[in-house]
């Protein structure tokens, strides 16, 4: 028998269930087809994944958005990540466009868990390679996992948007907390607008409620742009916009990445409070409303997996990164 070599690496993509049109989108830029895969759940809800063609020496990207439920659709891709390697995949890159567990990123009070380091450890030990991601909650997350983190920034997507369109207004970059200072002010160098910062308070006892406490930033008459990572119950956004508007605000536009959109978040962005939204689909969007324009990151994933594959530099992709 002849042994063939071949030196030519092959690309995989692999999606799970819950956002199967971005990976569809990424597959089509890049040119490829996803791998056929047979999954579903067990009457018991145990989730089953086979892939129905051989992966053998693939560098293979599994590519799984974290939207509700998220511990079946975490547990679908670390069950994908399994099949791979014992199907001796030659290397497995983990795409997380929403990070799971991102936000319990630290320990607040005694007794807690630090589940976003769980969640890169589950990673590893299922047999991930790599790891990439877009705006993690906080960038300290990339030293959680044991191998090479490409972190990927919406940043250069949203704030051109916001440039090309808002760009002859009166901007002022507003940072909803002091956790997103350094973010808003990359955004305010990229607009060239000045920097507005919103002082909150949570008690870590209630989840989800916020109260804010003071506006440091001239934010009267100008069109105000609220950046932020994440919407999930646009609790904090809201109780931001309200802060602006109270101050004597004009147009106030929200830009972030993830839309997690838990209820009531949809109810509150169409309220007075806020004009404009602007996310990007790394989650599926079930529910919209006229306020919404949701700008694809599918564009920027299929660039840094082309770039891995091809083993070329990831950071030149974009500038805004820190």
């Given at each position: 028998?002849?042994?063939?070599?071949?030196s030519q690496?092959?690309?995989?993509?692999?999606?799970?269930?819950?956002?199967?049109?971005l990976a569809?989108?990424?597959?089509?830029?890049?040119?490829?087809?996803?791998?056929?895969?047979?999954?579903?759940?067990f009457?018991?809800?145990?989730?089953?994944?086979?892939f129905?063609?051989?992966?053998?020496?693939?560098?293979?990207?599994?590519?799984?958005?974290?939207?509700?439920?998220?511990?079946?659709?975490?547990?679908?891709?670390?069950?994908?990540?399994?099949?791979?390697k014992?199907?001796s995949?030659?290397?497995?890159?983990?795409?997380?466009?929403?990070?799971?567990?991102?936000?319990?990123?630290?320990?607040?009070?005694?007794?807690?868990?630090?589940?976003?380091?769980?969640?890169?450890?589950?990673?590893?030990?299922?047999?991930?390679?790599?790891?990439?991601?877009?705006?993690?909650?906080?960038?300290?997350?990339?030293?959680?996992?044991?191998?090479?983190?490409?972190?990927?920034?919406a940043?250069?997507?949203?704030?051109?948007?916001?440039?090309?369109?808002?760009?002859?207004?009166?901007?002022?970059?507003?940072?909803?907390?002091?956790?997103?200072?350094r973010?808003?002010?990359?955004?305010a160098?990229?607009?060239?607008?000045?920097?507005?910062?919103?002082?909150?308070?949570?008690?870590?006892?209630?989840?989800?409620?916020v109260?804010v406490?003071?506006?440091?930033?001239?934010?009267?008459?100008?069109?105000c742009?609220?950046?932020?990572?994440?919407?999930?119950t646009?609790?904090?956004?809201?109780?931001?916009?309200?802060?602006?508007?109270?101050?004597?605000?004009?147009?106030i536009?929200?830009?972030?990445?993830h839309?997690?959109?838990?209820?009531?978040?949809?109810?509150?962005?169409?309220?007075?409070?806020v004009?404009?939204?602007?996310v990007?689909?790394?989650?599926?969007?079930?529910?919209?409303?006229?306020?919404?324009?949701?700008?694809?990151?599918?564009?920027?994933?299929?660039?840094?997996?082309?770039?891995?594959?091809?083993?070329?530099?990831?950071?030149?992709?974009?500038?805004?990164?820190?």
């Amino acid at each position: 028998m002849q042994i063939k070599n071949s030196s030519q690496k092959r690309l995989l993509l692999a999606t799970g269930r819950a956002h199967p049109e971005l990976a569809q989108e990424v597959a089509t830029l890049l040119d490829t087809e996803l791998v056929p895969t047979t999954a579903y759940n067990f009457a018991n809800g145990e989730i089953f994944v086979r892939f129905d063609e051989s992966v053998r020496g693939v560098d293979a990207f599994v590519i799984q958005s974290h939207s509700a439920p998220i511990n079946d659709q975490l547990m679908e891709q670390l069950i994908m990540v399994d099949a791979l390697k014992r199907a001796s995949a030659k290397r497995i890159t983990v795409v997380s466009p929403f990070f799971p567990y991102a936000r319990q990123d630290k320990k607040h009070k005694g007794r807690e868990p630090i589940s976003a380091r769980l969640v890169a450890d589950l990673y590893k030990a299922a047999g991930a390679d790599r790891l990439m991601s877009v705006d993690l909650h906080s960038p300290q997350i990339q030293g959680f996992f044991d191998g090479p983190v490409d972190h990927l920034w919406a940043l250069p997507l949203l704030a051109d948007y916001v440039k090309q369109t808002f760009g002859s207004e009166n901007l002022t970059v507003v940072s909803p907390d002091s956790g997103r200072v350094r973010v808003a002010d990359i955004w305010a160098d990229r607009l060239g607008a000045p920097l507005a910062i919103i002082h909150k308070r949570r008690d870590p006892n209630k989840p989800n409620q916020v109260q804010v406490n003071e506006l440091v930033g001239e934010v009267e008459g100008r069109v105000c742009i609220l950046v932020d990572d994440m919407i999930d119950t646009a609790g904090t956004i809201v109780a931001a916009a309200k802060a602006l508007r109270d101050n004597g605000a004009g147009r106030i536009i929200v830009a972030a990445t993830h839309a997690v959109f838990s209820d009531p978040a949809v109810e509150r962005l169409s309220g007075p409070e806020v004009d404009n939204v602007i996310v990007t689909n790394t989650l599926p969007i079930e529910k919209t409303f006229e306020k919404l324009t949701v700008l694809s990151i599918a564009p920027l994933i299929a660039r840094a997996i082309s770039s891995v594959f091809n083993d070329d530099s990831v950071t030149s992709l974009f500038d805004g990164h820190v």
